[in-house]
């Protein structure tokens, strides 16, 4: 049985072996400055944000969300060999230091177990490029620009909610109705009698929705 003292027990060693020199801060605009540069400097390949142009980025931002579930249902709470780092540092590690009552980091330093590891928005930058100059070859370069700039935008934007999702439940953001509503389904995630069958989508709830696994309740207050 799992239990608040277990969690404690667990937050204790974790912290014990965060590097003395991480700094959550210094991790966050890494991601950011990276992450937004590489967002500019693919927008300057777009001429114009016509209609074609806003269609394919937002078929991108769709198709983020499908792999955002599919990477987070079936890598992050699924044990695979390919992916063992990974389920060991989300089920392994995130979801033994975070419960659904116990959702906020202490300080800059818990942020190491709430963000991506930062050399992930490189490797997301990588893919992107990939990704874009290979449908380019296909649709125009233009629109692989398009795709590009709309996957680090989903990359980007699951940072951004996710640490929103482990802000305090009065914190301004969390006001937001829409920044607050992925907040609870990201608790309800955490719990856990569920936490590997309910809520794996972090930006919007449309992969939980098509897939039967979104799961709400009403907020206790």
């Known amino acids: 049985m799992y239990s ?37 400097f693919r927008e300057q390949s777009i001429a114009n944000w016509r209609s074609g142009e806003i269609f394919i980025f937002l078929v991108t931002i769709i198709v983020w969300n499908f792999t955002e579930y599919f990477v987070h249902s079936r890598l992050g709470h ?6 063992a780092m990974f389920y060991k540092r989300h089920t392994g590690d995130h979801h033994s230091f975070f419960s659904e009552k116990e959702l906020v980091p202490k300080d800059h330093k818990d942020w190491r177990v709430t963000l991506f590891p930062a ?9 992107a490029s990939i990704v874009g100059w290979s449908v380019g070859l296909l ?62 989508s972090i930006t919007f709830p449309l992969a939980d929705l098509v897939f039967g696994t979104f799961y709400w309740e009403k907020p206790k207050r």
């Open 119 to 127: 050399w992930l928005v490189i490797v997301t930058g990588i893919i």
């Open 4 to 40: 608040e003292n277990t969690l404690e027990a667990f937050r204790s060693r974790y912290r014990a072996n965060i590097n003395q020199w991480y700094n959550g801060y210094i991790h966050m605009l890494f991601v950011i400055v990276v992450g937004v540069s590489y967002i500019a």
């Open 78 to 83: 699924q044990k695979r060999k390919l992916a």
């Open 139 to 200: 649709i125009g370069e233009e629109l692989g620009a398009v795709i590009s700039v709309g996957l680090m935008v989903g990359y980007l934007g699951y940072e951004f909610c996710h640490f929103c999702d482990h802000l305090p439940q009065d914190h301004l953001l969390v006001k937001f109705p829409w920044i607050g509503h992925m907040r609870h389904l990201h608790s309800l995630h955490h719990r856990r009698d569920i936490m590997h069958q309910k809520n794996f």
